[in-house]
Every structure is written in C-alpha cells, then in structure tokens.
C-alpha cells in the first residue's frame, strides 16, 4: 500500500485544471518538454555562448571589448565612433585593435573552436 505521501505526490502530479494551464505561446521555452531527438536550443545556446565567452576571454582585455562592443557580444552593439569615447582613443586605434583581435582570432587554435561554435547552429 502507498503511503500517504506517495499518494499526495501522485494527486498532485495528475491534477490538472484547466484555469492553470497557459497558451503555449505564454509558457517560456526552457519549461517545454523535450521531443525525442530534438535538441532543446535555449541549453545549445547557452553552451555556445560560455565557449563563445572562453575564446574571447583569450584576448587581451581591451580587443576583448572591443569585440564585444563592436559585435554585440553579451551587450549592446556601438558604433566605432561610441568606442572612441568610451576608451578615449582615436578612430583609428579603435580600428587598429579591432584587426588586431580578429586576426589573434582567425590563428588556428582559436579559429578551430569558432568554426566548431558556428557548426553547431
């Protein structure tokens, strides 16, 4: 025989009443069940999100928010001429830096993990 609690777990796990139960449309997406053999995408995109944080963080600190800034990575896209205030430099350090960290980027080890990162969507 069930003991009391079991049966009030069990009470509460098939009780569904109708006023509870929200649109789809209303429900966020990690709360969704999962289909076989479907991949949920809010957990791949917070994976590729940390490797994406992990590459970047490789970058000395500056190229790192710069690229940030520049791509929209993790905040808000600004123009070249908002990172000249923000970092009170030239317009052409901005893009003197910006070359820089893409082309430590494209170096193998790097470029690797990115092309990796971008496969998977």
Same mark, same amino acid.
């Given at each position: 025989m069930k003991s009391a609690r079991a049966r009030k777990r069990l009470v509460a796990e098939t009780t569904i009443h109708p006023e509870n139960l929200l649109p789809l449309d209303q429900v966020e997406r990690k709360f969704l069940p999962v289909l076989e053999g479907q #991949?949920?995408?809010? #957990?791949?995109?917070e994976e590729s999100r940390i490797e994406l944080d992990r590459i970047l963080s490789t970058l000395p600190y500056k190229q790192e928010q710069i690229i940030r800034d520049i791509y929209g990575i993790g905040t808000e896209k600004k123009t070249r001429e908002e990172l000249t205030q923000k970092y009170g430099t030239s317009l052409a350090r901005i893009y003197q830096i910006g070359r820089i960290a893409i082309q430590k980027l494209r170096h193998p080890s790097? +470029?690797? +993990?990115?092309?990796?990162?971008?496969?998977?969507?």
């Amino acid at each position: 025989m069930k003991s009391a609690r079991a049966r009030k777990r069990l009470v509460a796990e098939t009780t569904i009443h109708p006023e509870n139960l929200l649109p789809l449309d209303q429900v966020e997406r990690k709360f969704l069940p999962v289909l076989e053999g479907q #991949v949920e995408r809010p #957990v791949i995109e917070e994976e590729s999100r940390i490797e994406l944080d992990r590459i970047l963080s490789t970058l000395p600190y500056k190229q790192e928010q710069i690229i940030r800034d520049i791509y929209g990575i993790g905040t808000e896209k600004k123009t070249r001429e908002e990172l000249t205030q923000k970092y009170g430099t030239s317009l052409a350090r901005i893009y003197q830096i910006g070359r820089i960290a893409i082309q430590k980027l494209r170096h193998p080890s790097r +470029a690797r +993990a990115l092309t990796e990162l971008i496969d998977t969507f």
